[in-house]
């Protein structure tokens, strides 16, 4: 499966993107995840019908119950984050962005069952083909067929832009500094592919059971949770240890930044803020009934 945590995640990529992109990505989120929920299954007219109807449900609850409370957790980052960066605050961060993800698949389950009991067997097979596609840019970004030091600097070049989107430009110095504090993060994309493909193959397992909704539903559920159960042992470890090296990584790069780049990546965040509130204001749509949570849509 793909980083970003499957269909429910999808809305995700806008906070990378930036702020801009955020409230025009999630007031176009209907058509964004109907079209990439198409590009993996290749749904029937019934089927986007059903998706759409579940969709449009999703983030309407969404919007009304969550997005406040995004707000909120941005607000106690940025106030975590003004004095200085802890490894306890990244800690924090993680966990929670994990709580917020569970949230979405503790509600949506029984819809995602439901979906996902419809598809037919040549569905399956555009699934495999969209997954083929999607493995063979991961590879190519990361240069996993090239030698160590072309890994090396896919890597650098990945992490460079994060940072800079965040905190805008860095000198060559601070580059060079990012670059040596990096190198001490062992290299685990090889691995981490490995893994996409494990659960990948695991979904397409689960699916044979999608006929059973007693069986399927609670194995499903636990599958989306439960993103290190199955792992090979040395991914285990190094993920474990990739992980800690990572949090230390960017309480370093902090102490590279100036106080100007500081300021400005607080700023972004504070936008971010300002977008969950915006967008979580706006008027719900008159004609759409409400439902209970445990019948939210996760697809």
Not at 4 to 21: E, F, M, N
Not at 42 to 63: G, M, S, V
């Amino acid at each position: 499966m793909n980083r970003y945590r499957w269909i429910p995640l999808l809305l995700l990529p806008a906070l990378i993107a930036g702020c801009s992109a955020l409230r025009i990505t999630y007031n176009q989120a209907d058509h964004i995840l109907a079209w990439r929920a198409d590009d993996y299954f290749d749904f029937d007219p019934h089927q986007k019908q059903e998706f759409n109807a579940r969709i449009e449900r999703l983030l309407e609850w969404h919007r009304r119950d969550q997005l406040p409370e995004y707000a909120a957790f941005t607000t106690a980052a940025i106030n975590k984050a003004r004095p200085r960066l802890r490894r306890e605050d990244i800690v924090w961060f993680i966990e929670g962005f994990k709580a917020r993800y569970r949230i979405i698949v503790n509600c949506g389950i029984q819809d995602a069952a439901e979906l996902l009991a419809t598809l037919k067997p040549e569905q399956l097979a555009a699934l495999q083909k969209q997954w083929d596609k999607v493995n063979r840019k991961f590879v190519a970004e990361r240069e996993l067929d090239g030698g160590i030091e072309k890994r090396k600097r896919a890597r650098l070049k990945r992490t460079l832009a994060q940072i800079t989107d965040w905190t805008g430009s860095l000198t060559r110095e601070q580059e060079h500094r990012i670059e040596a504090l990096l190198d001490r993060v062992p290299l685990s994309e090889h691995l981490r592919h490995q893994d996409r493909i494990r659960r990948q193959q695991e979904f397409l397992e689960l699916l044979k059971l999608r006929a059973n909704k007693p069986e399927f539903q609670p194995r499903l559920h636990a599958w989306l949770l439960d993103w290190e159960q199955g792992r090979a042992p040395e991914y285990a470890r190094l993920s474990g240890e990739a992980l800690e090296q990572r949090i230390q990584f960017y309480l370093a790069v902090e102490k590279v930044l100036t106080p100007a780049q500081r300021e400005h990546a607080l700023q972004r965040l504070q936008k971010f803020g300002d977008d969950f509130r915006a967008l979580s204001a706006k008027s719900l749509k008159a004609d759409v009934a409400p439902f209970e949570t445990s019948r939210l849509a996760f697809f």
